[in-house]
């Protein structure tokens, strides 16, 4: 069977309902079902006129942090967080597929903490969380995102008066070791990798992908990516629906197609 040409969707529940170790690899398209705006679709962050004429990856830089708190934040705020979100199905669904022992990680390059408030447990934010800020100061104070007040815009430590920061890797920052190593792990191990919700733009994030050493790479986006002539099955659809039939399929039917568990 080749996979382009059965049903798509039938052959990823067939490789999910299947697998040991799928890792699922996502990015902003993953949340726009929940509201939050991704960067490069036409509704995208990069489309809106913001940050008076400059580029989104300066207003999000290590640099525009340092150089112009006030602008920095106002940026950050406006566009990056999103306190009232929900998960949507695709959260939903790879929390379902985690729980029935078919999915092993999610690794997200989102930064919106959707994944874990849909339940699921092992997720790897290689660009951090709004959800987690620290102060600068030496004892690096933590705070959870509903302990940042709206004002002052930019976040000051109640402690001890230094800038609150959000754990989020901004341009012209690396990303966390550890977070990227068991990335790499997961994606190793890999049985089903399923890339979805990412123009894979972005890296060294989309750099991980070579590791995966398998053959059933299924690429789930609304756009074409740089990665579509290598994989295995390539959607064209929101990620949402996809996930959604996969396991409404799996866990939602008397006789589900792949064996189910
Ligand atoms: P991106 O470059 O904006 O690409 C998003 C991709 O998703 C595009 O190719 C779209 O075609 C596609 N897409 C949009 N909606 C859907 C949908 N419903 N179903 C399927 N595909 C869809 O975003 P990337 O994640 O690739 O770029 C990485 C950046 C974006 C990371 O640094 C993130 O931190 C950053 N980001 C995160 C969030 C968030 O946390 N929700 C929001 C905006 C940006």
């Not at 430590?157 to 920061?165: F, I, L, N, S, Y």
């Amino acid at each position: 069977m080749t996979a382009n040409t059965a049903d798509p969707i039938q052959t990823l529940t067939t490789w999910l309902g299947n697998a040991h170790s799928a890792v699922f690899f996502g990015g902003a398209g993953v949340s726009t079902a929940s509201g939050i705006p991704d960067f490069r679709s036409a509704a995208g962050l990069y489309s809106a006129q913001q940050g008076n004429g400059r580029s989104p990856e300066y207003m999000l830089s290590h640099d525009c942090l340092v150089n112009e708190p006030d602008e920095f934040f106002a940026f950050y705020r406006a566009n990056l967080v999103h306190p009232d979100a929900k998960p949507n199905r695709t959260h939903t669904g790879l929390a379902e597929l985690e729980a029935a022992g078919h999915l092993a990680a999610v690794v997200t390059q989102n930064i919106d903490g959707l994944h874990q408030a849909a339940g699921s447990k092992t997720v790897y934010e290689l660009h951090g969380s709004v959800e987690r800020n620290h102060c600068l100061g030496r004892a690096h104070h933590f705070y959870s995102l509903n302990e940042i007040p709206a004002q002052p815009v930019v976040p000051v430590c109640p402690q001890c008066g230094a800038m609150v920061r959000p754990d989020v890797v901004l341009y012209g920052e690396a990303l966390d070791t550890a977070t990227v190593e068991a990335s790499v792990e997961a994606i190793s191990r890999a049985d089903v990798l399923v890339v979805g919700g990412t123009s894979l733009a972005v890296y060294p994030a989309a750099g991980l992908l070579q590791y995966y050493p398998g053959r059933k790479l299924a690429l789930v986006n609304l756009s074409r990516t740089p990665m579509d002539s290598q994989a295995d099955l390539v959607i064209h659809e929101t990620v949402a629906q996809v996930v959604g039939k996969v396991c409404d399929q799996l866990y939602h039917r008397a006789h589900p197609i792949g064996g189910g568990r």
